[in-house]
């Protein structure tokens, strides 16, 4: 059984900062990659960074240059989003990868509005 807690979510402000965690617990044995995805109302899911197991990251474009992604251990990644902008807002997911398998988080809100 695959758990993920995330949290630090909720309200920023435009050019503002918020930090998310996720933190993996269970039976892992070997990570391929964690990431972050993110669901807007009325769209579709969809990426925004990801980090797998040997350091390497993906963003999307949207959020280039706005967004880090990093892990400190095997089991707990962060996105540190600076820069907020009113379309940032969304439902935040952690996503993990073990063994070509896809996990999901139960999702956190993030809300940027003045």
């Known amino acids: 059984q695959v758990q993920l807690v995330e949290s630090g979510g909720g309200l920023g402000q435009p050019g503002g900062s918020l930090r998310l965690s996720c933190a993996a617990s269970?039976?892992?044995?070997?990570?391929?990659?964690m990431g972050w995805y993110r669901q807007a109302p009325g769209k579709e899911r969809e990426l925004v960074a990801t980090?797998?197991?040997?350091?390497?990251t993906n963003f999307a474009d949207s959020v280039k240059g706005r967004f880090t992604i990093s892990k400190d251990n095997a089991r707990t990644v962060y996105l540190q989003m600076y820069s907020l902008k009113p379309e940032d807002t969304a439902v935040y997911y952690c996503?993990?990868?073990?063994?070509?398998?896809?996990?999901w988080g139960q999702g956190t809100q993030v809300t940027v509005s003045s």
């Open positions: 996503n993990l990868v073990v063994a070509g398998k896809d996990y």
């Open positions: 980090i797998t197991r040997g350091g390497s």
């Open positions: 269970g039976n892992i044995f070997s990570i391929n990659a």
